[in-house]
């Protein structure tokens, strides 16, 4: 009976354990966030992650140019005015700016 669990018992843990890793196992992003203005003319990129098995708040990472992190508070109002200038560019086809995951 042993020798049967040995052959048959490593069949099935790769079905129970998938090979990314588990939901729960992932977390948010952003352990400390910030209001401070930072100039878009500074910025290379922004990602907006929204809430998810991942984490429970939105996040909004912002990438400078010089390729520094920025993770910054939803609620500020300088980057939500910020997010509405890059959309409207980005559907008048201007500039891709903003990359939303989901």
Not at 52 to 77: F, L, M, N, S, Y
Not at 93 to 101: D, L, V
């Amino acid at each position: 009976h042993l020798l049967l669990l040995y052959v048959i018992f490593p069949v099935f843990i790769p079905a129970a354990f998938p090979m990314n890793g588990c939901a729960a196992c992932q977390k948010c992003r952003c352990i400390r966030t910030s209001s401070a203005f930072i100039s878009p003319r500074l910025f290379h990129r922004i990602e907006i992650l929204p809430p998810g098995a991942h984490c429970r708040q939105t996040e909004i990472i912002v990438t400078k140019k010089d390729k520094a992190t920025v993770c910054v508070t939803p609620d500020a109002r300088w980057i939500n005015k910020v997010i509405v200038k890059k959309r409207e560019k980005r559907e008048t086809g201007n500039q891709t700016f903003i990359t939303p995951f989901r």
